[in-house]
């Protein structure tokens, strides 16, 4: 895969509830965690990260990307972010309560928490809760997509990834949070 820059401000989260195409990404990694009835499957793509939550019938994708979503019918569509920054909160058939929110730091300001969240998704890696990937340098530090999911708990999953954008000097952190209305 070549590798091109992307900017932060081109990010866009789009939300699609039933089925999605996935041929039109580039799936870099995935894996897959089951917790409370729910299948979890976090995946870098090359334009940034896919996140599938099946629960019962209900089929959620959020695609937080610099790319847009062929052929769908998203229920949720915000951006391009330009400043990267969203607060989503959003309900499927009153079962499932979803929240969505994003922020950017500079390097300076977020590289420790960005460095944090990488120790963090590689120890859990094994448990198909985290997923890390640098892409191709193209000069002295490596673009990276970073994907851990906190230990499940009290029926809620929460989802914390980091797109790091080194030609900016600029790293965007999100944050989901997914439950199933009365818990378990």
């Known amino acids: 895969m070549e590798y091109i820059d992307q900017s932060a401000s081109n990010l866009q989260l789009t939300i699609v509830k039933g089925d999605l195409d996935l041929k039109q990404f580039n799936v870099i990694s995935e894996c897959t965690k089951s917790a409370f009835g729910m299948e979890i499957i976090l995946r870098i793509i090359g334009g940034s990260h896919l996140i599938t939550y099946k629960i019962n019938q209900i089929e959620i994708h ?6 847009n979503v062929k052929d769908e019918v998203p229920c949720v569509l915000c951006g391009p972010l330009k ?8 309900s499927f058939n009153g079962k499932i309560s979803y929240h969505f929110i994003s922020s950017i730091e500079s390097k300076k300001s977020g590289i420790k928490k960005l460095e944090k969240i990488e120790v963090l998704a590689k120890e859990v890696e094994s448990e198909n809760r985290g997923l890390t990937y640098s892409f191709p340098k193209k000069n002295e530090v490596s673009p990276k997509t970073i994907i851990y999911m906190k230990s499940p708990k009290d ?7 980091v797109h790091f954008y080194p030609n900016e000097n600029q790293i965007v952190f999100s944050k989901t949070s997914i439950k199933k209305d009365g818990g378990k």
């Open 155 to 161: 029926g809620n999953i929460e989802i914390e990834t």
């Open 83 to 90: 400043e990267v920054i969203a607060d989503i909160k959003l």
């Open 62 to 67: 959020e695609i937080f990307a610099c790319q």
